[in-house]
């Protein structure tokens, strides 16, 4: 209600009647509306033969910072309940313009007017409209554009598909009525940059479309006491093909937008010819691919928001984010990196993470478990995909999956925002950007670099079958992705989810490359791991390139120099690149032969020691090329899709069942190894082979040349029991659970961690260059021999503390001659994982070492030359 209260209104809106009355109207049906003066609310109330048949008060929005609109522009206001004859889709004709009204705590009535309405069987007929009450005698000022670029405000709520599901609009004809303050102007804008930014007339907006022949801008402007922003009133700006186009970028200006809490999107058409490879809507509201922020639902996994629309959004009024006079970037050279692979939601979730409600799964959360991460010696993590996605995009219809909740974020919806919902208590876009860079920060502090798991290979709007269309597919789905013109115009799909970004179309290549300097210059991050990277090596028409230009910009641009890039050097259309991955001495690779060679080996294949000896020496068969160096090879045994260390020795087959496609999804090709019985056993001589063997691959891990990478879990054991895909699970499955690593501090623990320091303290692991003879002696004569499962050798080191490994894969015991130490120093025992904790790993070493160890079955050991 106004201060003056209902009965002041109430009389207001009677003595307009009268007025009608003596002009004979009152026996006619039509609304009474009344603008108040100072205020953003409209009042009415609807008259039928003299009687009142409903009432209410519209709440527009806060128009005080805007400016002039011009005269002939077109506002039309939507009803409560109502609905237009075309089942809510309104058709833009300019017909009326409301006052821009300014703040006061005063409100007085400015304009009233009258509608008559049609009682024939289309719910509104042609209106009239008749000014009463107090007229301005200054006139609305127009605009410099050629024709209008205001078309339409109004109500709409969107489903979680974009589609219009409830217009209730109502259209009214006006004379021309009067401002009371400066009110809304638009400027034609500017091409550069694309997105959202602040220029000097106001809020420029740009965005990229070459098929598109209609473009509309949407802004959601927030009402007063609406705590839901799809509840927010929308105006729509026409974009002018003449005015608002350079070129294939469109673009407008608004003056005095505000500099923050504005959620926005594009409604595109163009053409409708699907084996062209088009597929316009203009019924969706499209997030722009620029957008430096994107509002969704603001709690991860909240069924009751399960249907949120995802809109852009900016902040100008932040100040800019406080990174320390003291603060700098690690800069660990790659030679010296330990990766840590962890996905931020799961690594804090779980309630016996100890935290704050309000914290569990948020960047903040990372930040109160650094302490963990410097225990344990890794010095970078690689954090799965922070980038905006939709965690119930399974669940968007019914199908076999939809109890899943994406946790792994592979499904992009916007390549520049973070993910809101990784914000602490719900806190949205703005705060979630702050909040991930004091992440960023404070990892910095302890010493931890920062690499995103980015997909450029597709994003999550699916396939031509079960489309869910947010973004690019609208604004020009024949650019943004690889279509098949030979076949109808179907998308072409190389990454397994329906659809393949086109990501060396000189646009999209532009957009990556902005996406990228963007995270290093606004969020300070230390490099990227490419998500099937091999998709970055095709051209538009998916066919492979030798010199992919999205990859050579990716390694030569001055503003990722720093940065550490990793490739994922295959896709799911079989173009499989490991070693000969484009790379321009740049690229470092996911190493998967290493990750297959190795557990053939440690499980005891026959066949496979030279293998393994390759790999563990730092796979100079697929990267001693040109530059190239032993650090270029990512070395893992494990990552998040795929067995966990735990399962990789518990599970000879995966148990997927849970995600609900009858177990057909996930590798089956896992070289893994249950050591005599399929999952959980209570048989004591199972359990310590498994311990074993767990520490058996860390050891090797480690010691190889390369550059190490484990998975978030495995330091205690975690077990996913049997799922090698579990992507959709927010569950305990994919959670770091801190009462297991707790129970498991001082044995299994213990030594990962200790095995690491290890590596760190001794650069013999990580060489910058190939070994040559002078570096590694193999003690091994024996190459050929198919069923040999022993391997030993020592790296030699310039000051002489040498280090000894010898791995038994064998199921009997190995007596091997130990080679004489260095001069003047002594063997001493560091490894024996046959042994239990703490005598598995002492840091000191164990001297006594003789001529002869007795290696035990499934076990290695490590011995250093001391003084």
């Given amino acids: 209600m106004h201060e003056l209260g209902p009965v002041f209104k109430l009389v207001v809106l009677w003595v307009q009647f009268f007025v009608l009355y003596v002009q004979g109207k009152a026996k006619e049906t039509f609304v009474v509306y009344t603008f108040w003066l100072n205020s953003a609310e409209i009042d009415f109330i609807e008259f039928e033969n003299g009687k009142i048949m409903s009432s209410g008060v519209l709440n527009l929005l806060e128009l005080n910072r805007f400016q002039r609109i011009r005269s002939r522009d077109s506002v039309p206001v939507a009803l409560p309940n109502q609905e237009t004859p075309e089942g809510g889709i309104h ?253 931020v939601r799961a690594f804090t979730a779980d309630k016996s993470s100890g935290l704050d409600p309000n914290v569990r799964g948020s960047y903040l959360g990372v930040i109160e478990k650094i302490p963990h991460l410097l225990d344990l010696g890794i010095n970078a993590v690689e954090l799965l995909p922070v980038f905006e996605f939709d965690e119930f995009e399974f669940q968007r219809r019914p199908n076999p999956r939809d109890h899943m909740i994406n946790t792994w974020g592979y499904s992009t919806i916007n390549f520049f925002a973070p993910m809101s919902r990784y914000a602490s208590a719900g806190g949205g876009p703005i705060k979630a950007s702050r909040e991930f860079k004091e992440m960023v920060k404070a990892l910095h502090g302890a010493g931890i670099e920062v690499i995103l798991d980015v997909v450029y290979n597709h994003t999550n709007e699916a396939d031509d079958e079960n489309p869910y269309t947010t973004s690019f597919r609208g604004i020009d789905n024949k650019v943004y992705y690889m279509v098949d013109l030979n076949n109808e115009g179907q998308l072409l799909n190389f990454s397994g989810c329906g ?36 998709v970055l090596c095709r051209g538009t028409d998916g066919s492979p390139l030798n010199a992919p230009p999205i990859i050579r910009e990716i390694a030569k641009d001055d503003i990722l120099s720093r940065c550490k890039i990793i490739a994922e050097p295959w896709d799911c259309g079989g173009l499989y690149l490991v070693g000969r991955f484009p790379n321009w001495d740049r690229w470092a690779e996911w190493n998967g032969k290493y990750r297959d060679d190795l557990r053939r080996f440690i499980k005891g294949d026959p066949g496979t020691k030279g293998n393994f000896a390759t790999r563990v020496a730092g796979s100079s068969d697929l990267y001693k090329v040109n530059k190239r160096k032993p650090y270029h090879s990512v070395n ?87 799922n090698n895909n579990s992507y959709g699970h927010d569950t305990a499955i994919n959670h770091f659970l801190w009462g297991q690593l707790d129970s498991r501090k001082r044995d299994r623990f213990r030594f990962f961690k200790e095995v690491i320091k290890f590596r760190r303290m001794h650069h013999v692991f990580g060489r910058e260059n190939f070994l040559e003879k002078k570096d590694v002696t193999w003690h091994e004569d024996n190459w050929d021999n198919y069923e040999s499962k022993f391997l030993a050798f020592t790296l030699h080191a310039n000051n002489g503390g040498d280090i000894y490994l010898a791995f038994n894969t064998h199921d009997f015991f190995v007596k091997v001659a130990i080679p004489s130490p260095p001069a003047n120093r002594r063997w001493f025992r560091v490894v024996d994982t046959n042994l239990e904790s703490p005598k598995d790993f002492v840091s000191e070493g164990v001297p006594g070492i003789g001529s002869a160890y007795n290696v035990a079955p499934y076990s290695s050991i490590l011995l250093e030359a001391k003084l």
């Fill in 91 to 343: 058709k833009r004709t300019p017909k009326m313009i409301h006052p821009l009204v300014g703040e006061s705590n005063a409100k007085f009535p400015l304009f009233s007017a009258l509608s008559n309405r049609d009682s024939g069987a289309s719910s509104f007929g042609t209106s009239r409209i008749i000014g009463m009450g107090l007229l301005l005698s200054k006139k609305v000022s127009g605009s410099n554009m050629k024709r209008t670029t205001w078309d339409c405000l109004r109500p709409r709520t969107t489903n979680a598909y974009g589609r219009h599901a409830q217009d209730r609009v109502l259209e009214e004809e006006a004379p021309q009525i009067a401002e009371t303050s400066p009110s809304l102007k638009v400027l034609p804008g500017q091409a550069f940059p694309l997105g959202v930014s602040e220029v000097e007339n106001g809020i420029n907006f740009a965005i990229f479309s070459q098929h598109a022949t209609a473009i509309v801008l949407c802004l959601f402007l927030p009402q007063r006491g609406k705590k839901d922003r799809m509840d927010d009133l929308m105006v729509e700006l026409t974009l002018d093909a003449d005015v608002n186009r350079t070129g294939d970028i469109w673009h407008i200006c608004v003056e005095d937008l505000p500099r923050s809490n504005v959620l926005y999107g594009y409604c595109i058409d163009g053409p409708r010819d699907w084996h062209q490879g088009h597929r316009f809507d203009n019924s969706t509201v499209l997030i722009d691919p620029y957008a430096k922020l994107v509002e969704g639902r603001r709690f991860f996994g909240d069924a009751s928001n399960k249907w949120s629309k995802f809109l852009g959004t900016y902040d100008f009024d932040s100040l800019p984010f406080d990174w320390g006079d003291n603060y700098k970037v690690p800069s660990i050279p790659e030679k010296d990196l330990v990766i840590y692979e962890m996905n």
């Fill in 499 to 534: 659809n393949t970004l086109n990501c060396n179309h000189p646009m999209v290549m532009e957009l990556i490359l902005d996406s990228l300097r963007h995270w290093v210059i606004e969020y300070h991050v230390d490099g990227f791991r490419f998500d099937l990277a091999s």
């Fill in 636 to 722: 893992f045994v494990i990552a998040h899709d795929g067995f966990t260390l735990y399962d990789l020795v518990s599970y000879n087959s995966k148990h997927n069942n849970a995600n609900g496609e009858g177990g057909k999804d996930g590798t089956n090709d896992n070289f893994s190894w249950n050591c005599g019985f399929e999952g959980e056993t209570a048989d004591a001589k199972i359990k310590a082979l498994r311990s074993r063997q767990m520490k058996n691959f860390h050891l090797a891990l480690m010691c190889s040349q390369g550059t190490p990478m484990m998975l978030m879990g495995d330091e205690y054991g975690h077990t996913r029991y049997g």
